[in-house]
T-cell receptor
Framework: AQSVTQLDSQVPVFEEAPVELRCNYS??????LFWYVQYPNQGLQLLLK??????LVKGINGFEAEFNKSQTSFHLRKPSVHISDTAEYFC???????????FGAGTTVTVRA | EPEVTQTPSHQVTQMGQEVILRCVPI?????FYWYRQILGQKVEFLVS????????KSEIFDDQFSVERPDGSNFTLKIRSTKLEDSAMYFC??????????FGEGSRLTVL
């Protein structure tokens, strides 16, 4: 079984500042990794995913994440945030043989002017 | 772009009543899921469904829950006798191959 730990429950950040959301996972098998965003009162939207290949993954809205196998991490970054990035961000992992996702507890990002 | 659709978007029900949440997965997808998100908490796996049967279920998915694919397009989640703690957002998802679950917009269930 897999599990995901998002180390920060809340991240306040000023507009145009960089942000990093930390995610660590544990698994006994190889995994796929994902970041989802949930805007207020909306569903889950995929930001980016790591399946294989390059460990630096670029997603939508200027986000990127880096898979670090030795540290079992998949941290999400954006160099300059906008007010519209205010949302809940979820890291998720799935076993390569099982498509079921296990989610972290989420990180609330609040961007202030 | 294909999408997973869910109905209703919001349902209010009395405790003890039966509720059916409906989902139309993407047409060529083979694996279907229900997830739950209690307000302010993380998204939790409920059940997965493949080849017309449950392939895995969580401990949350007790006897009051059931899933069905009554025809070639719909995928339903039934809660037989709702409890207050069933109040949550329920997400349907489908997948055809590794890499991305497509989620619906969710159905918010409020149990009074």
């Amino acid at each position: 079984a897999q599990s995901v730990t998002q180390l920060d429950s809340q991240v306040p950040v000023f507009e145009e500042a960089p942000v990093e959301l930390r995610c660590n996972y544990s698994s006994s098998v190889s995994v796929y990794l994902f970041w989802y965003v949930q805007y207020p009162n909306q569903g889950l939207q995929l930001l980016l995913k790591y399946l294989s290949g390059s460990t630096l993954v670029k997603g939508i809205n200027g986000f990127e994440a880096e898979f670090n196998k030795s540290q079992t991490s998949f941290h999400l970054r954006k160099p300059s945030v906008h007010i519209s990035d205010t949302a809940e961000y979820f890291c998720a992992v799935s076993d390569r043989n099982d498509y079921k996702l296990s989610f972290g507890a989420g990180t609330t990002v609040t961007v202030r002017a | 772009e294909p999408e997973v659709t869910q109905t209703p978007s919001h349902q209010v029900t009395q405790m003890g009543q039966e509720v059916i949440l409906r989902c139309v997965p993407i047409s060529n997808h083979l694996y279907f899921y229900w997830y739950r998100q209690i307000l302010g908490q993380k998204v939790e796996f409920l059940v997965s469904f493949y080849n017309n049967e449950i392939s895995e279920k969580s401990e949350i998915f007790d006897d009051q829950f059931s899933v069905e694919r009554p025809d070639g397009s719909n995928f339903t989640l039934k809660i037989r006798s709702t409890k207050l703690e069933d109040s949550a957002m329920y997400f349907c998802a489908s997948i055809a191959a590794p890499g991305e679950l497509f989620f619906g917009e969710g159905s918010r269930l409020t149990v009074l």
